[in-house]
């Protein structure tokens, strides 16, 4: 289900942006795309599913984890069977049993963010100035 699968990337590019956005080398510019970025992909994502990701971060938690060889990577709890075939069909999203966290399988088509940040950062950077336009 393509819904499913805009949800899991959109949760694990706010966490990034998040990340992004905190590091001290950000220019002003490049926090700012960070922000309207998190601010326009919370949008899409359902509220039920933002505050639950919300809580588990703000209390220092992941809220959405790959399952990784059967157990989520957030706290190494064993995903049972079960569970995985149902992540597993349609591309579906869990929740972990033990942590709470979101859970999904096939990291690797989510994985290679750092170009799309790249250039979003990089956009960013080269905009142009709203006071400096004429």
């Known amino acids: 289900m393509r819904q499913t699968e805009d949800i899991i990337q959109k949760l694990l590019r706010i966490r990034k942006a998040r990340e992004l956005s905190e590091q ?8 700012e795309a960070l922000r309207e ?6 949008r899409q994502i359902p509220p039920f599913a933002m505050s639950h990701f919300d809580r588990l971060e703000a209390s220092g938690k992941m809220g959405i984890a790959e399952v990784v060889d059967k ?3 957030a706290c ?23 942590c ?20 979003l950062l990089r956009r960013a950077r080269t905009a142009e100035k709203p006071n400096q336009a004429k």
């Not at 001290?24 to 490049?30: G, K, L, V, Y």
């Not at 064993?78 to 869990?94: P, V």
């Open 24 to 31: 001290p080398q950000m220019s002003e510019e490049e926090v």
């Open 37 to 42: 970025f998190i601010i326009e992909n919370r």
């Open 71 to 73: 157990k989520c990577s």
């Open 76 to 98: 190494g709890a064993r995903i049972s069977d079960d569970e995985i075939a149902y992540l597993q069909k349609n591309k579906n999203i869990g929740v972990c049993d033990n």
């Open 100 to 119: 709470f966290a979101f859970i999904y399988m096939d990291g690797q088509k989510f994985a290679g963010d750092d170009e799309f940040f790249a250039d």
